[in-house]
């Protein structure tokens, strides 16, 4: 059976696989209620950055949610892309 990772040029075609196949094996009937919507959909929960485990306890980023999508915790939103902010560092200076 061919699978969407079998031509890929990178490893993360693979990785979503693992996934993917985890989450079926694991939990088919979550899955089927999910994709038939016979099932409530779960809480929205925020996912943030995890600074640090200390003694097995996560430490999580608790600003996280006032940042914008320009990766800025600035007011306002620039609207430009993360990259675009960035210094290009293989500019030559003289």
Same mark, same amino acid.
């Given at each position: 059976?061919? %699978? ?18 985890? /989450? /079926? ?10 994709? %038939?919507?016979? %099932? ?45 902010? /960035? ?8």
């Amino acid at each position: 059976m061919a %699978t969407v990772a079998d031509e890929a040029r990178c490893y993360l075609a693979s990785q979503h696989q693992v996934v993917v196949t985890s /989450l /079926l094996d694991r939990f088919p009937a979550a899955v089927t209620g999910h994709v %038939t919507k016979n %099932t409530e959909p779960a809480p929205r929960m925020l996912i943030s950055e995890l600074l640090d485990i200390s003694d097995g306890q996560a430490e999580i980023d608790g600003d996280f949610p006032n940042k914008q999508p320009d990766w800025t915790y600035d007011d306002v939103d620039s609207g430009q892309p993360p990259a675009e902010r /960035l210094s290009d560092h293989r500019a030559v200076s003289g």
